[in-house]
């Protein structure tokens, strides 16, 4: 609806009452004030806009329409103008409460401390009952470190609410800043007399004398409290820093111990003060023997969760503890949580750095079989499996580690997953899926050095896409040019291709690559090398190789061939 027309409907309205301007001015605003309130439910904001600026110009005492505009001016960022109209507003009702709370919100904003005291102290005493004043009020204040007036304002709040812990605190902090320590104590002496059977007060006053280095007098409070609840938690972290305030270190090393392995303590509380312990220990570069001690004895405590073993484990590795020590930590996190990832992993990493493959398996099994969504228990496990020569269980391993690939998966896991995953096919004469492996590989990664290797040498067993497998070889030679495997297997592949002196010179290579360490490992590269030698016509230096060969290795009924007939046999 156009403001035009709402213009008109009002005038009309108007006239049923008689146009003889028997209607004033303040009652047309009020009508204007009520059609720019409907226009704002019905989220017509222009036209509300229009209608209350309509109305104070018939009625400029209005303090609604004031009130209301202010809140328009301020949406629109006229931050100047908005604390004007809200001004008006309040000083043409000094009555109205919301209104001075407005303007109290605008001169802190504006940061106009000075103002917004004496608009409160004007409400605090037009409305008395109103703590939130006093509130603002007291806040303000302490702002403005006008601790005597701090005083009078929690003064007033006591008398409405009742002494209070919370209030009695303030009480004493600001009599501390006045530094009237006789009125701040009393405070807290009198807090604690009024509730004798809260023994926190009385805990709270002996930390107040030590915080005040009055570690005597603070000490006898502790005391009182020590007779009716030695086990108090609170009493025990009191005395904890009054040992650590006047240098006690065994009492305090003591104590430490008395308040983690405290059965009255919540384990959530528990964990939050050990990892202060924690926290501090690191920051300081402290001995980290003795909170070791601790954690060993809270340890043999029930444990709710994994949370305080986990904060245990942090610590230990952060200040390099031995594996052996850690291990067992991770052990019971395990028990209390099967599934816990963290302690899982580190026992996997221990295990693999110590290269013990059955610890392997027993670590990443579970995790396989709860199908945790970790690829990493799926690649160590593969790879335990190959190394124990069970092809089928690897392949089967690697085929679920796959499922749980995803964007975040370490790029080299994965192409090791199918690399592996292809020999172990190989392994089970399934050449069609390891080539396919080694495809998805190199997909990946297509310079994976080992797997170019592996896919061209048994291409070349199988006299496959030879110039391929030449190719192949040729590229992880240029990644790795002084791998005697790498330099066999171009070798071999160029006898293959019947380039008996090119494979030559690269068997050659090989061979002074292997130098004097040659082992059970390298017959096959031995025998490769009589192989090349016989077919360039080079026979005793080739029976010589065979003989090597078999002398390393139990040799094959070829091989055994090869040295009766001393002549190159292909079978």
């Given at each position: 609806?156009?403001?035009?027309?709402?213009?008109?409907?009002?005038?009309?309205?108007?006239?049923?009452?008689?146009?003889?301007?028997?209607?004033?001015?303040?009652?047309?605003?009020?009508?204007?004030?009520?059609?720019?309130?409907?226009?704002?439910?019905?989220?017509?904001?222009?036209?509300?806009?229009?209608?209350?600026?309509?109305?104070?110009?018939?009625?400029?005492?209005?303090?609604?329409?004031?009130?209301?505009?202010?809140?328009?001016?301020?949406?629109?960022?006229?931050?100047?103008?908005?604390?004007?109209?809200?001004?008006?507003?309040?000083?043409?009702?000094?009555?109205?409460?919301?209104?001075?709370?407005?303007?109290?919100?605008?001169?802190?904003?504006?940061?106009?401390?000075?103002?917004?005291?004496?608009?409160?102290?004007?409400?605090?005493?037009?409305?008395?009952?109103?703590?939130?004043?006093?509130?603002?009020?007291?806040?303000?204040?302490?702002?403005?470190?006008?601790?005597?007036?701090?005083?009078?304002?929690?003064?007033?709040?006591?008398?409405?609410?009742?002494?209070?812990?919370?209030?009695?605190?303030?009480?004493?902090?600001?009599?501390?800043?006045?530094?009237?320590?006789?009125?701040?104590?009393?405070?807290?002496?009198?807090?604690?007399?009024?509730?004798?059977?809260?023994?926190?007060?009385?805990?709270?006053?002996?930390?107040?004398?030590?915080?005040?280095?009055?570690?005597?007098?603070?000490?006898?409070v502790y005391k009182t409290v020590e007779v009716e609840d030695p086990t108090n938690i609170y009493l025990m972290s009191s005395m904890l820093n009054y040992y650590k305030r006047t240098n006690q270190d065994s009492l305090y090393q003591q104590q430490l111990n008395k308040i983690c392995t405290s059965p009255k303590l919540e384990n959530e509380t528990r964990l939050r003060f050990l990892n202060g312990l924690v926290y501090q220990n690191i920051q300081e570069n402290k001995d980290p023997q003795p909170l070791l001690e601790i954690f060993r004895k809270v340890r043999t405590m029930p444990q709710e969760d994994t949370q305080i073993l986990e904060l245990c484990t942090r610590f230990m590795v952060t200040?390099?503890?031995?594996?052996?020590?850690?291990?067992?930590?991770?052990?019971?996190?395990?028990?209390?949580?099967?599934?816990?990832?963290?302690?899982?992993?580190?026992?996997?990493?221990?295990?693999?750095?110590?290269?013990?493959?059955?610890?392997?398996?027993?670590?990443?099994?579970?995790?396989?079989?709860?199908?945790?969504?970790?690829?990493?228990?799926?690649?160590?496990?593969?790879?335990?499996?190959?190394?124990?020569?069970?092809?089928?269980?690897?392949?089967?391993?690697?085929?679920?580690?796959?499922?749980?690939?995803?964007?975040?998966?370490?790029?080299?896991?994965?192409?090791?997953?199918?690399?592996?995953?292809?020999?172990?096919?190989?392994?089970l004469g399934d050449s069609k899926h390891a080539y396919e492996c080694y495809d998805s590989c190199l997909l990946y990664r297509p310079d994976e050095a080992m797997v170019l290797n592996n896919y061209a040498y048994y291409l070349s067993l199988e006299d496959s896409h030879l110039d391929r497998a030449e190719e192949m070889s040729r590229r992880s030679l240029e990644k790795e040019p002084d791998s005697p495997t790498y330099l066999d297997t171009y070798a071999w592949i160029l006898f293959k291709q019947k380039k008996y002196a090119e494979a030559k010179e690269y068997i050659d290579k090989a061979l002074n690559a292997l130098g004097d360490s040659v082992s059970t490992n390298d017959a096959t590269i031995v025998e490769h090398a009589g192989d090349i030698y016989a077919k360039n016509g080079l026979k005793e230096k080739a029976l010589e190789f065979w003989q090597q060969a078999a002398d390393l290795d139990t040799p094959s009924a070829?091989?055994?061939?090869?040295l009766k007939k001393k002549k190159y046999i292909n079978e």
């Open positions: 609806m156009s403001y035009c027309r709402l213009l008109v409907i009002l005038f009309l309205s108007f006239g049923v009452l008689g146009v003889s301007a028997q209607v004033s001015d303040k009652a047309k605003a009020e009508y204007f004030i009520l059609e720019g309130h409907r226009q704002l439910l019905l989220g017509n904001n222009s036209d509300a806009f229009e209608m209350l600026r309509h109305a104070l110009q018939l009625d400029p005492t209005s303090s609604v329409a004031q009130s209301e505009l202010s809140h328009f001016w301020q949406f629109l960022r006229q931050d100047s103008l908005s604390l004007e109209y809200m001004k008006r507003a309040s000083e043409n009702d000094p009555d109205n409460y919301w209104n001075k709370e407005a303007l109290v919100d605008f001169y802190v904003n504006a940061g106009k401390t000075d103002e917004a005291i004496s608009v409160l102290e004007q409400l605090s005493k037009q409305f008395p009952d109103k703590e939130d004043v006093l509130l603002m009020l007291e806040s303000l204040y302490k702002e403005k470190q006008d601790y005597a007036n701090v005083i009078k304002t929690l003064d007033a709040l006591e008398v409405k609410e009742g002494k209070s812990e919370q209030l009695s605190i303030e009480k004493f902090r600001t009599f501390v800043q006045m530094k009237d320590e006789k009125k701040a104590f009393k405070e807290m002496s009198e807090l604690a007399a009024e509730y004798p059977n809260d023994l926190r007060y009385r805990v709270l006053l002996g930390d107040l004398y030590v915080d005040q280095e009055q570690y005597d007098e603070g000490l006898k200040t390099k503890q031995p594996a052996e020590e850690v291990k067992p930590v991770l052990r019971e996190m395990l028990a209390i949580n099967p599934e816990s990832n963290m302690a899982r992993n580190l026992l996997l990493e221990y295990a693999v750095e110590d290269n013990d493959t059955a610890e392997v398996v027993r670590i990443a099994k579970p995790a396989v079989d709860y199908s945790i969504d970790d690829p990493v228990f799926y690649y160590y496990l593969g790879v335990a499996y190959f190394q124990m020569d069970s092809a089928q269980l690897t392949v089967k391993t690697f085929k679920k580690g796959l499922q749980h690939v995803n964007d975040q998966t370490n790029l080299q896991l994965l192409t090791n997953m199918y690399a592996l995953m292809g020999d172990a096919y190989h392994q070829t091989l055994l061939k090869k």
